[in-house]
């Protein structure tokens, strides 16, 4: 199984779980674990390490996400959908990946996630 990191920055964490929720819903993308809060600033650096340019707005709310399937398809269903955050893929041929995998136990997980229901 493949996984795919999935960064979401947003004005509140409640923001965040509207995405996650559109994420299943709208995107058909399955989330593996709970979701992770990060810091601003290791929000900020896979952004500009991702994007290769600086951060023009920066969000209080960010989170890290383990999505299950290949990167393609992961970034050609984030476009089809319209969450209220801002959602970035990080897959596993970005530079960054190992750093993401490896950051994952250093964040606490997002408050308030549930999974959704199996066939919703």
Do not use: C, W
Not at 36 to 42: A, H, L, N, P, R
Not at 80 to 101: F, R
């Amino acid at each position: 199984m493949e996984t795919t990191y999935v960064l979401l920055r947003a004005e509140s964490f409640d923001k965040i779980l509207t995405s996650l929720s559109d994420m299943k819903r709208y995107g058909d993308l399955k989330v593996i674990g709970k979701p992770k809060v990060i810091t601003e600033e290791f929000s900020e650096t896979l952004l500009k390490k991702t994007l290769k340019q600086e951060v023009k707005i920066k969000f209080k709310a960010n989170v890290i996400a383990s999505v299950e399937g290949e990167g393609g398809l992961i970034i050609d269903r984030l476009r089809k959908i319209h969450p209220p955050a801002h959602m970035i893929a990080i897959t596993d041929k970005n530079e960054l990946y190992l750093l993401v995998q490896r950051s994952l136990n250093d964040f606490n997980n997002l408050k308030g996630y549930t999974k959704p229901k199996v066939g919703t």
